[in-house]
T-cell receptor, first 121, second 112 residues
Framework: EVQLVESGGGLVQPGGSLRLSCAASGFTVISNYMSWVRQAPGKGLEWVSIIYTGGSTYYADSVKGRFTISRDNSKNTLYLQMKSLRAEDTAVYYCARGRYYGSGTYCFDYWGQGTLITVSS | DIVMTQSPDSLAVSLGERATINCKSSQSVLYSSNNKNYLAWYQQKAGQPPNLLISWASTRESGVPDRFSGSGSGTDFTLTISSLQAEDVAVYYC????????FGQGTKVEIK
């Protein structure tokens, strides 16, 4: 059974840093396109980042230069390192598996339960 | 980025009646080389993550009831719930994957 379990959320001050983890089971992270998608409280969904099977990474303009996606193949875990956090980064962050269709196109077929990040002083 | 706009923002439908949600993209998401629409629909129930219902604009995921159907092409798409059930109360999102993925703002479906 495919499972994704996020952790690492919490309250952080503006300008602070945080690292999210997403432990995967039922499949291997390295063989899949893994993504982070966030949802601000009461708002819609926003794609944040993706890491391809080959290791290439891509980011939304809103987080480029501040967030870094990575994975640990031995732990079958996806990460999102976030720095220079802003109030507008407050959201539930979901780890999602991308269903890749080639040429940079993908939707999301499995999602974790999400972890809440609150950026506030 | 491609902007996705859903309508209405919310709708209330009686049990057993039809619910129709529209999604419009700011540019076509139809790939001419394979004649496929790069459009997905998700259902998000309260307190849960989104769940993929439909890909390629009209292909239901395994296990999705056949009362859910997707249609449309190019820039205009529709998700139809043919006979609304209580368990269908949720927010529904469209997502284009023709380019960097973007989502619609969501449509909340409630029971009238």
């Amino acid at each position: 059974e495919v499972q994704l379990v996020e952790s690492g959320g919490g309250l952080v001050q503006p300008g602070g840093s945080l690292r999210l983890s997403c432990a995967a089971s039922g499949f291997t992270v390295i063989s899949n396109y893994m993504s982070w998608v966030r949802q601000a409280p009461g708002k819609g969904l926003e794609w944040v980042s993706i890491i391809y099977t080959g290791g290439s990474t891509y980011y939304a303009d809103s987080v480029k230069g501040r967030f870094t996606i990575s994975r640990d193949n031995s732990k079958n875990t996806l990460y999102l390192q976030m720095k220079s956090l802003r109030a507008e980064d407050t959201a539930v962050y979901y780890c999602a598996r991308g269903r890749y269709y080639g040429s940079g196109t993908y939707c999301f077929d499995y999602w974790g339960q999400g972890t809440l990040i609150t950026v506030s002083s | 980025d491609i902007v996705m706009t859903q309508s209405p923002d919310s709708l209330a439908v009686s049990l057993g009646e039809r619910a129709t949600i529209n999604c419009k993209s700011s540019q076509s998401v139809l790939y001419s080389s394979n004649n496929k629409n790069y459009l997905a629909w998700y259902q998000q129930k309260a307190g849960q993550p989104p769940n993929l219902l439909i890909s390629w604009a009209s292909t239901r995921e395994s296990g999705v009831p056949d009362r859910f159907s997707g249609s449309g092409s190019g820039t205009d798409f529709t998700l139809t719930i043919s006979s609304l059930q209580a368990e269908d109360v949720a927010v529904y999102y469209c997502q284009q994957y023709y380019s960097t993925p973007t989502f619609g703002q969501g449509t909340k479906v409630e029971i009238k």
